[in-house]
């Protein structure tokens, strides 16, 4: 079946621009999961949602970022006035939500902060 | 507070030789266990995982990984590496309950010579 997709796969924005990054889980998957991945690094963690409702926000780096999935199946990740420093590949995962469920990521949005 | 080390940044080996890539994770007690493989231009794929049981796990590509809880480790190994191994290797850890954020290691790089 489909694995977990991200769209866009690029997105190059200007310093205080908004964007928003969508999701697309594998069907059936209950948890979302969104990481941030600087370059060099390990994907760091910056919420997780367990149907519709976010269960774990703790590592949204400040309230420019913010995410929904309103219906329980699609996300978006949202950064307001954006900054350099916000460049980084976010990356998306999709799990059964049972304990020790593995996660699936999809491939990834490149944002370009100029 | 709980993390994940991965002492080597970057490891050749030579085109049929054995592998070994080093984990350590910092846990009170006995996380869910992860070792995820990233392609450039690819989203990470799960190799191969531990919760419970026999230490010894056996994962996709030949890869294998044991769970040594003397010394807080899982280290990743191949008996033969082919060039397509080239990449880079993440270890993660989790917490013991559902749902759960993945903490990742920063990752090694692994090159394969010829």
């Known amino acids: 079946g489909a694995g977990v997709s991200q769209t866009p796969s690029n997105k190059v924005t200007e310093k205080g621009k908004y964007v928003e990054l969508r999701c697309d889980p594998i069907?059936?998957?209950?948890?979302l999961y969104w990481y941030r991945q600087s370059l060099g690094q390990g994907p760091e963690f910056l919420i997780y949602f367990q149907g519709t409702g976010a269960a774990d926000d703790s590592g949204l780096p400040n309230d420019r970022f913010f995410a929904v999935r309103p219906e329980g199946s699609v996300s978006t990740l949202k950064i307001q006035r954006t900054e350099r420093g916000d460049s980084a590949v976010y990356l998306c995962a999709s799990s059964s939500g049972l304990a020790g469920g593995s996660q699936y990521f999809g491939p990834g949005t490149r944002l370009t902060v100029l | 507070a709980q993390s994940v080390t991965q002492p080597d940044i970057h490891i050749t080996v030579s085109e049929g030789a054995s592998l070994e890539l080093r984990c350590n994770y910092s846990?009170?007690?006995?996380?869910?266990l992860f070792w995820y493989v990233q392609s450039p231009g690819q989203g990470l794929q799960l190799l191969l995982k531990y919760f419970s049981g026999d230490t010894l796990v056996q994962g996709i590509k030949g890869f294998e990984a044991e769970f040594k809880r003397s010394q807080s480790s899982f280290n990743l190994r191949k008996p033969s590496v082919h060039w397509s191994d080239a990449a880079e290797y993440f270890c993660?850890?989790?917490?013991?309950?559902?749902?759960?954020?993945?903490?990742f290691g920063k990752g090694t790089t692994l090159s394969v010579s010829s």
């Open positions: 846990y009170g007690a006995t996380p869910y």
């Open positions: 993660a850890v989790a917490f013991n309950q559902a749902g759960t954020a993945l903490i």
């Open positions: 069907s059936g998957h209950t948890a």
